[in-house]
Structure formats: structure tokens, C-alpha cells
């Protein structure tokens, strides 16, 4: 193998955090002023707070500045057809839109300028190479390429140099057999369905870590990637490497990823600032705590983003890695606001939940939660399944599960011990909380 240069971008990617910032100031300083002078969205919304982009002198004045959620752009869109008035070039200068799932109401689109969509693109080909992508790989893309904004991101392993297979969303049976034919080194799905994937291949005969060669998996769109036990789990079943990678659709296909040492997910600094939040008071936490995501893009030109509240529970940390990247890392995503549910007056994540049922080498891994109500209070339960080597009394797992549950989250749910098989398996997206409550909290 050729001696590959190290970064993709080395003077970005390890500028000192001084340098970063005053970078990033004049880039904001510039969405800022695009924002006030072009879009009418933003221009009303600057002036109802009382604040204009003269008055951003340090990048903590951004607080000043009002927020805006996807509710906002929702709305925009529909008062403004088809685009919204959050748009701050002429649409001759629009050349692609994503299309969100519109899992959460009506669709929203993302529009890119040609230079947009040129910087998302090296922006991925960054991240990749950062998770080990090299021209020698073969890139197998298995995510949606209709309407969603992850598609594209083939062309950034295209810039990589990597072999491209522009699979998309098809049935496992076919993906594969396509890892059978042209052995692919690396793919990209979510936890989930890598979890599923590899499990169909075991039942149709195919060992896929014998008989494939999938050497990475990157995941996105579910907590568990950065799990470490769910990411084990997938990392044993497939004999390959698990990165996890955060993306936005409102911003771009992946926009934060695991390198090589896979100590939480790089963030590119000099493409989106961003802030973490109380979600109640929208008071900017310190470092390591966990809070709502906001994220302001620095260079997109054809919507850009200020202060878009995400509803993902993260924390960062600005430590340097030692990979020698400087741009802050996050420690995975906890969890979305829309899924967290509060039990006795403790904000429980589903992904907390999975971190106890995955250590446990007695179980299948596979759970639900259940909550229904009692007396009016929420009552939780957690639905297991034993493994199969598993015969007799289940009632020391179900008390070895409640007893995690206490130490990690300090609540003790109920808890079901089913057998194998008895849970529905998740293909792409997981489902695993049921509210069989009256008026869901
Ligand atoms: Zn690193």
C-alpha cells in the first residue's frame, strides 16, 4: 500500500483552537451579515430581538442572536412557497435540494448552492478519510438516495479515490450479494440494520466475517454507534471496525465522525459552530455536560443556519485527540428530546437503556420499553429477551437488568425476560419505545 498522507485537510483539521475561533468569527461575522442583508426570514427576526451582526465582536455574542428550530422552518416554507424566506441567494444559484423524511410532519428542503454542495462533498470525503477511507477501499453506499440527503455523500468517497458502489436503500438479500460479488471494504448503514444485515447473512449461511470482507461499517441515525457495548456487538458479528458518524439533514449528510481512535465523533469547526444548551432555559452549559444541540453553519450561502435548535442530547469535549485533530469531539449522541421520556421525574434515553441490556452477555441484546400508566404516574417497562443457551428461572436476569438500571439511570423499571425471537427485529430505524399511556407526556 502507498504511503497516504495523514489528514485530508492538514492545516483545517489541526489548527490550534486560538486560530480556529478567530476563523470561525470571521465566518459568522460573514453568515451573519448574508443572513440580515438577503433573507427577510432573518432580517425581521435579528430586528425583533434587537440585534444586528455588528453586534457580534466575540463568538459568545452569538447567544444574543434568536434561535430557530425545525418548526420555524417548516413554517417558513409553507408561508413563503416553495423554498421559505430563509433563503439568501436567487434560486438561479440553487442547484440541489434535500428533502427531509418528514418523519416528524410535512417535508422540509435543504437547498445547496453549486459551492455548497462542493464544500459538502469535501466535507464528507474529510470525514471519511478521518474513519481510515483510502483510494484502495471499495465504498458500498446502502443508504437512501431518494430525496435524502445522505445519498450524495457516495461522491465524497468518490473524492476519497475509494471504488464507489451506489447501492441505496435495497433489499438485504441483494446488498449481500453484492458483498459477496464485489467484496466491498466498507459500507454505511444504521446500528440497527447493521445488526439485522449481519444476522440474515448468518441464517442464509453466510459467515460475515469469513466469507465477506467488510473491513469498516460506518453508522449513523441511532445512538447505539457510540454505545461501546452495542458497537462491540456489531464489531464481533461483522469482524470490522464501527464508526459512528452524527448528520443533519438541514445542514449536510454526515457532519460529524469517529476517526481512527474512536474516542467520540470530530466535528468540523470551520463548517458549524456549535453551542449546547439547557433545553428548559436555552443557557449555554460548560463543556462535558449534556444539553440540547445548537448548530449554526459557517459557510453554506444558500440557506444558511443560525442557531438551529437540534433536539439532540449531546456533550463535547475540546481535549485534543490524539490523532492530533484539534476541532471538538462529541460523545456520541444520547439521545433525541422527542424520544426521552421522563419516569418518576428522571429524564430516561432510550440509548441508556441499551447500554445495560447490550453488557449483558445473558441476553439477546434486542429490548423494548414499554410505559403505561398507573395511578396516573408513568411506569416503565423493559422488555428483554434471554439468550438462547438460556433455559429455567429468568427472574435473576430480570433483577441483575433492574439493578444496572438503578446504578446507571436511577430509576428500576419492571422487567420482562422474554424468550428469543419474541421481540420484532428493526431493519433500518428502530422503534423501541411503545406509549401505551392515554395522553403521552
Ligand atoms: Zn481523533
Redesign the pocket.
Known amino acids: 500500500m502507498p504511503e497516504y498522507r495523514k489528514y485530508w485537510d492538514p492545516e483545517l483539521e489541526t489548527m490550534s483552537r486560538e486560530e480556529l475561533k478567530e476563523y470561525q468569527l470571521k465566518l459568522l461575522k460573514e453568515t451573519l451579515e448574508l443572513c440580515y442583508a438577503k433573507s427577510p426570514y432573518y432580517k425581521r427576526a435579528f430586528d425583533e430581538a434587537g440585534v444586528n451582526p455588528a453586534d457580534l465582536n466575540r463568538l459568545e455574542d452569538l447567544k444574543k442572536f434568536p434561535t430557530i428550530n425545525k418548526m420555524v422552518l417548516r413554517a417558513r416554507q409553507q408561508e413563503v412557497p416553495e423554498l421559505g424566506d430563509l433563503i439568501c441567494v436567487p434560486e438561479e444559484e440553487i442547484v440541489y435540494i434535500s428533502v427531509s423524511s418528514g418523519s416528524t410532519g410535512v417535508p422540509t428542503a435543504s437547498p445547496f448552492t453549486y459551492q455548497d454542495f462542493e464544500d459538502f462533498q469535501d466535507f464528507q470525503a474529510r470525514l471519511f478519510w478521518?474513519s481510515g477511507m483510502r483510494p484502495a477501499d471499495r465504498y458500498c453506499h446502502a443508504l437512501n438516495f431518494t430525496l435524502f440527503v445522505g445519498g450524495p455523500d457516495v461522491i465524497g468517497a468518490q473524492k476519497v479515490g475509494a471504488l464507489c458502489i451506489w447501492a441505496g436503500a435495497i433489499p438485504s438479500e441483494r446488498l449481500l450479494a453484492i458483498f459477496q460479488q464485489w467484496k466491498p471494504t466498507i459500507t454505511w448503514t444504521t446500528p440497527s440494520y447493521a445488526w439485522y444485515l449481519g444476522e440474515t447473512a448468518k441464517s442464509q449461511g453466510i459467515d460475515p466475517v469469513k466469507d465477506l470482507n467488510i473491513k469498516k461499517i460506518f453508522v449513523a441515525g441511532e445512538p447505539g454507534g457510540s454505545i461501546p457495548e452495542t458497537r462491540e456487538q456489531i464489531e464481533a458479528l461483522w469482524g470490522a471496525d464501527l464508526y459512528d458518524y452524527y448528520g443533519l439533514s438541514d445542514i449536510f449528510g454526515a457532519c460529524a465522525g469517529?476517526?481512527?481512535?474512536k474516542?467520540?465523533l470530530?466535528w468540523a469547526e470551520d463548517h458549524i459552530l456549535v453551542e449546547v444548551v439547557d433545553p428548559d432555559t436555552g443557557e449555554e452549559l460548560p463543556e462535558g455536560e449534556r444539553g440540547e444541540m445548537v448548530l449554526t453553519s459557517l459557510k453554506k450561502k444558500a440557506r444558511p443556519l443560525v442557531r438551529f435548535r437540534t433536539g439532540d442530547i449531546v456533550s463535547y469535549t475540546t481535549e485534543q485527540?490524539?490523532?492530533?485533530?484539534t476541532h471538538m469531539?462529541l460523545h456520541g449522541i444520547h439521545g433525541r428530546l422527542d424520544d426521552m421520556l421522563i419516569i418518576k421525574g428522571v429524564n430516561v434515553f432510550p440509548s441508556d437503556i441499551e447500554m445495560v441490556v447490550r453488557k449483558n452477555k445473558d441476553l439477546t441484546g434486542e429490548y423494548r420499553l414499554v410505559v403505561t400508566e398507573e395511578k396516573h404516574m408513568a411506569v416503565l417497562t423493559v422488555e428483554v429477551e434471554h439468550a438462547p443457551h438460556l433455559y429455567g428461572n429468568t427472574q435473576r436476569l430480570a433483577e441483575e437488568v433492574q439493578k444496572e438500571c438503578m446504578k446507571i439511570i436511577g430509576i428500576r423499571p419492571r422487567v420482562k425476560v422474554l424468550p428469543p425471537d419474541s421481540l420484532p427485529r428493526a431493519t433500518h430505524k428502530a422503534k423501541r419505545v411503545l406509549d401505551r399511556r392515554s395522553r403521552p407526556a
Open positions: 478521518s469517529m476517526c481512527e481512535y474516542e467520540g470530530h485527540c490524539a490523532c492530533g485533530r469531539r
